[in-house]
């Protein structure tokens, strides 16, 4: 094994330990606003509730994950093509994302960013958190170069040959990434010059389609980021396989499709959108929703055939075969089951008449942390128990507290987010620091709720603190090999006899072509519609 290849890992490591500092800062915020809504604590003088509330979502939702993902597609390609190649790229697009993270986290906890994660107008930051939000996007895309280089690389020696499995499933996944973020893009390009003062107002409604052209793949980045692990990582840990290689291909090729022409779900409040495209993208939405059973049902015939490759059948037995004392395993296992109330809690969201009920209330936010928190989060955390032994030549510390770490996860997540949901059935809003009203009784109904979701934080938070004792304790232990920071992985192979894998599925260029057109065909209508009407250009405010 050369220093090279090891060399080209290490941008990989120092990603990880970012994302990890990123949930363990970030997370504490978030502890802190669960204490101050259940009035358990009354907030110190420096808790600015909304400014930190930004912190939380942006440290959280926006660098935790960008950091992990990157990491574990670029080291998925690395190891699944192995090569001498530059370290040069990998070290680029990190210092460029920790550039801008850098630039966003100290204009938000200077206070001049109190603008939250969705960064809506016409509320307006400083420049430099729209730059260092660019920043992030930009080191991303070197990422997504650097994976489809490699493959263009592999190609040329492997011409009538699929693509490694796992290098395909982080290829889809930056493909539509690519696709996603030219939204977001878009949005600074107008909030850019409008923050620098070049422009007199900004055509809020506009920013805000683009930021949910962005923002709904934007999650689906983070679940296709989880599938990879559950496809390609999982399996080896039960024994067992891919179901299979072209149905796992499918089901990335439909989330590249489907991911992006859906994004005004997150719209159906807004009045200057008509009904029919609301329409529309709740249509898409319950499209998207399909790969996501193809892979429900594949990981479940996965571990069913891994069951009866050991004589076991029946349900009992399927699931007691399965490894739950392994970390790497039970953090995406327990991810998926938290899945199940994200799925639900999902469906209403997509509803049009149902998501009027919820719609702002921190129902909401139960849900976005069930997904994010749940099937994406423990998925993450479940793979670096088995990434960052790879990445530094250690053995994991503590394997006893990793374990435990993810069971306190699944059950701090499930008391806060249950409460979460049923509080905001009950009306309780989200975005907001005090929410017992002086003491109104409808404001008191929902009062228990709020003290499970403090108590399902602290849950969470411990977990997170346990966490990182085992990545710090791995980086700080001895080398196995002292010198060679370099373990070998094994991704996982198809289920034997589960068929070949057509072609068509790895021509790359014209599937992200269908992507671009279905997603000009579910946003053509609305903005040709945003931008015949007349606009009305907002002046920034600063509400903070
Ligand atoms: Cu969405």
């Known amino acids: 094994i050369s220093a090279c290849l090891v060399g080209s890992e290490m941008c990989i490591r120092d990603s990880v330990y970012t994302a990890t500092g990123a949930l363990v800062i970030g997370a504490l915020f978030g502890l802190l606003q669960a204490y101050s809504r259940a009035d358990l604590v009354s907030a110190p003088a420096w808790f600015d509730y909304y400014r930190m509330l930004t912190v939380h979502g942006v440290l959280m ?26 370290v040069a790229w990998g070290w680029w697009s990190f210092l ?27 509320l307006k930051a400083h420049p430099a958190f729209y730059f260092g939000a660019t920043f992030l996007v930009l ?29 395909y499933c982080a290829a889809v996944t930056f493909i539509m990434w690519f696709i996603a973020t030219l939204g977001v893009v878009a949005e600074m390009g107008l909030l850019i010059p409008w923050s620098l003062g070049w422009t007199s107002g900004i055509n809020v409604m506009l920013t805000r389609m683009f930021f949910w052209y962005f923002g709904h793949p934007l999650v689906y980045f983070w679940i296709m980021g989880a599938y990879l692990i559950w496809y390609n990582i999982l399996p080896k840990r039960y024994a067992g396989h891919t179901l299979s ?5 499918l089901v990335f090729l439909m ?15 807004e009045p200057a959108i008509a009904s029919t495209w609301k329409f529309l993208h709740t249509i898409t939405t319950f499209g998207v929703a399909v790969p996501s059973f193809m892979t429900a049902f594949a990981i479940f015939a996965s571990f069913e055939l891994a069951a009866r490759a050991r004589g076991k059948r029946g349900f009992i037995a399927t699931v007691t075969n399965l490894p739950w004392g392994d970390p790497v395993f039970t953090g995406p296992a327990l991810g998926m089951l938290l899945f199940i109330i994200g799925g639900f809690g999902g469906v209403v969201n997509a509803s049009y008449a149902m998501d009027s009920l919820v719609h702002n209330t921190i129902w909401i936010v139960g849900h976005f942390h069930v997904t994010v928190g749940g099937p994406v989060a423990l998925s993450f955390i479940g793979a670096a128990y088995w990434l960052v032994p790879a990445l530094t030549g250690r053995k994991l510390f503590a394997p006893k507290l990793a374990l435990w770490q993810t069971y306190m996860w ?8 249950i409460a979460m949901h049923w509080a905001g059935l009950l009306g309780s809003p989200r975005r907001t620091s005090e929410v017992t009203y002086l ?17 399902g934080g602290t849950l969470l938070y411990i977990s997170i603190l346990m966490f990182v004792i085992v990545a710090v304790g791995t980086r700080l232990r001895n080398q196995t090999e002292p010198g060679l920071a370099y373990t070998p992985v094994e991704f996982a192979t198809p289920q034997p006899g589960s068929g070949t894998t057509p072609p068509v599925l790895d021509h790359f260029g014209r599937w992200a072509v269908l992507a671009v057109v279905l997603a000009l065909a579910a946003y053509a209508g609305p903005f040709t519609e945003l931008l015949s009407q007349h606009a009305y250009l907002a002046p920034g405010l600063r509400t903070w």
């Open 96 to 122: 460029l994302m920790l550039i801008g993270t850098l630039m966003a986290a100290v204009t938000i906890l200077s206070g001049n960013a109190t603008v939250l994660y969705t960064f809506y107008a016409p």
């Open 255 to 269: 989330l590249l499709l489907l991911s992006t022409p859906v994004g005004i779900h997150h719209e159906f409040m």
């Open 61 to 86: 939702a926006l660098v935790f994950t960008t950091f992990f993902i990157t990491g574990i597609a670029l080291f998925s390609t690395y190891r699944a093509i192995p090569r001498e190649r530059s």
């Open 410 to 417: 699944f059950v701090g997540m499930l008391i806060m987010s």
């Open 139 to 167: 080191g991303t895309w070197m990422v997504g170069y650097e994976i489809l280089e490699n493959i263009a690389w592999w190609k040329r020696d492997h011409r009538d040959e699929r693509v490694p499995l796992v290098v």
């Open 439 to 455: 003491g109104a009784q409808a404001a008191a109904a929902w009062h228990p709720e709020m003290i499970a979701t403090a108590i």
């Open 245 to 249: 290689d072209g149905l796992t291909r």
